[in-house]
């Protein structure tokens, strides 16, 4: 009887102690092919950039007005004053006209002989037109803090017009060059120089005159 029991017994610990021993094994199993699976993908939460393009205007004429200084040969420097008409043909080229007006000085011969003027009070009216073609050099953008860019160009023009002066007109021949700042959709600031050259004789000597001026203004698109 005892010899039974003790049979009995050796096989209830046999029995438990193979199904510790397998069901280690099946663990392990699955904490293998666990590790075996692949990691999730993390995806990146990036915030997009909300991109505001330029509002560049796409008319091709541009008028405005400017004011500087003109420096009229063998006279005084003085102010002068006039408007611009420019018609953008391509992103590069543009044709332009202008006018303007002065009042000249004395010479220095009138000023220091203290004689009789040598021009009347409306010889001394000086006023031009012209038309010229220009080329933009450098276009591109200034940057002003972080914020704010300004789309600007650097240009020459060459053009002919007529200067009248002391009751006669002169066939001119231009020349200058320009720097453009776009300050909004269809406003320009022009910061320009120009000479203005033509053949005088008017103090007894036939030669060419160099009339140089500076000028800033402002111009509208439309």
Not at 144 to 166: D, M, R
């Amino acid at each position: 009887m005892e010899s039974r029991i003790r049979i009995f017994l050796l096989r209830s610990a046999l029995i438990t102690l193979g199904a510790f021993v397998l069901g280690g094994c099946a663990g392990r199993q699955v904490a293998v092919s666990s590790d075996d699976e692949p990691e999730a993908v993390i995806q990146p939460e990036v915030s997009r950039r909300e991109i505001k393009p330029a509002k560049i205007d796409t008319e091709d004429f541009e008028i405005g007005a400017y004011y500087g200084i003109k420096s009229v040969e063998d006279f005084e420097t003085n102010a002068v004053y006039g408007v611009r008409l420019a018609y953008h043909v391509s992103e590069n080229f543009f044709v332009e006209g202008t006018y303007g007006r002065t009042d000249v000085g004395k010479t220095s011969f009138e000023k220091l002989s203290g004689g009789a003027p040598l021009l009347t009070s409306s010889q001394r009216k000086y006023s031009y037109y012209d038309l010229s073609a220009g080329y933009n050099l450098l276009p591109g953008e200034i940057f002003i803090g972080k914020n704010h860019a300004f789309s600007v160009a650097l240009y020459v023009l060459a053009g002919v017009g007529n200067t009248n002066f002391a009751d006669d007109d002169n066939f001119t021949f231009v020349i200058g060059s320009g720097y453009r700042m776009l300050l909004v959709d269809w406003l320009a600031m022009h910061l320009g120089v120009r000479d203005h050259m033509f053949n005088s004789d008017l103090l007894g000597k036939s030669k060419v005159t160099h009339n140089i001026e500076m000028t800033l203004g402002l111009t509208v698109f439309f």
